[in-house]
Structure formats: structure tokens, C-alpha cells
């Protein structure tokens, strides 16, 4: 009798993780449009990278190199966009449009 085990194929391993990264790029470039939704962004983008690296390292293939460079891409929107995001909540904020909105006036 022989023992058949499943072999792992490397390449299929680092298709897979070069696709998550790529996914994961593509996330991070969408999201950094919607506010403080670019947190979940900014996060998946750095995820994103962590895998494209470790993809890069096994095989340099197209997939992994996409998904470098879209993480890349969707860390540095992403940043962008917080820091918009928090600009707009501040400016806001000082004008008193928060405190409007949450001051209740009876007439």
C-alpha cells in the first residue's frame, strides 16, 4: 500500500498570497476615497504589503509585484485620506457646525 499525502505546491501557495495581496491593494486604493472608512483601508494596504514581501521573496511573479505596488499606493492614499478626514472633522469642529448639530433648541 502506498501512503498517498497531498503534496503543497509552492507556486499554488505563493499565487494565493500574491491574489491577497493584490486584493488587498485594490481594497486599500477604494476605500482611501470614503472618509474614516481609510482606516480599514490604510489597515488592509498594510496587510497587503506584509504578503506581496513574503510572496516576493519565494518567486517574484506579476501578481506579487501588483500587489506591492497597489498596497503601496493604497498605504500612502489611505494616510492621505485620514489625515483629510480628520482635517474636515476639526475645521468642523472650530466652526461650530459639530455644536449645532447637537444643541437641541426648543422655540
Known sequence: MSDSKPTTNKADSVKGISV???????????TCWFGFLSILGFVCAIIGIVLAVKARKVAKTGLSTAGL??????????GIGIVCAI????????????????TVRYY
Open 20 to 30: 491577497a495581496s493584490l486584493v488587498l491593494g485594490i481594497i486599500g486604493v477604494v
Open 69 to 78: 505596488v497597489l498596497s503601496i499606493i493604497g498605504t500612502v492614499l489611505g
Open 87 to 102: 482635517c474636515v472633522i476639526c475645521a468642523a469642529s472650530s466652526a461650530g457646525l459639530l455644536d449645532a448639530a447637537t
